[in-house]
């Protein structure tokens, strides 16, 4: 699937409820989450940092659909090497 990258609210923050927020975790590690760009981050202290994308308000909260920042750059098509 391929979204344009125009799309107007591409540079949007997360749109979140605080209080929602409050009640997500990390399904990693079980650390709070905070707002990152358009993205939820763990917040924990253990290292963990992940990066959660939100789709239509909804965080995905999915350990295999987020970012390990311990992984290196996040897989946006680009390749390392
Ligand atoms: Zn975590």
New binding site residues.
Partial sequence: MNLPTDIPFANKRAMIDPEFLKLL???????S?AIQGDMLQ???D?G???LYRVEDEIPVLLIEESIDPADGPADLGQDPS
């Fill in positions: 975790a990390c399904p990693a590690c079980g650390a989450l763990c917040q924990g253990s963990c940092s992940r």
